[in-house]
Nanobody, 125 residues
Framework: QVQLIESGGGLVQAGDSLRLSCAASGRTFNYYRMGWFRQAPGKEREFVASISWLTGNTDQTDFVKGRFTISRDNAKNVVSLQMNSLKPEDTAVYYC??????????????????WGQGTQVTVSS
């Protein structure tokens, strides 16, 4: 059974950094694409970034380019999201997700098969 467990969220001030981690288990993820999404109160879930587990190819939405970096550690089965220069508008629950196959870039939540429970990120001004 696939499990995605997020960690690393918290309360920070504007300009601070956080590193989110997603520990994946339950199968071999070589041919999966891993994504990070976020959902703020009253808003729809939105795509943040994704990475191919096999090739390391990444995709990011424009509002995080230059601030957020997605990466993966194949040996530990962990996908991370390094978030720098955080802004109050980054406040949301952040979710890790997985889909197969890994090659296609996917930005819609319905394209992902598995989800974690989410981790809260709150950025104060």
């Amino acid at each position: 059974q696939v499990q995605l467990i997020e960690s690393g969220g918290g309360l920070v001030q504007a300009g601070d950094s956080l590193r989110l981690s997603c520990a994946a288990s339950g199968r071999t993820f070589n041919y999966y694409r891993m994504g990070w999404f976020r959902q703020a109160p009253g808003k729809e879930r939105e795509f943040v970034a994704s990475i191919s587990w096999l090739t390391g190819n990444t995709d990011q939405t424009d509002f995080v380019k230059g601030r957020f970096t997605i990466s993966r550690d194949n040996a530990k089965n962990v996908v991370s999201l390094q978030m720098n220069s955080l802004k109050p508008e980054d406040t949301a629950v952040y979710y890790c997700a997985a889909r197969s196959p890994s090659g296609a870039v996917a930005r819609l939540s319905r394209e992902y098969d598995y989800w974690g429970q989410g981790t809260q990120v709150t950025v104060s001004s």
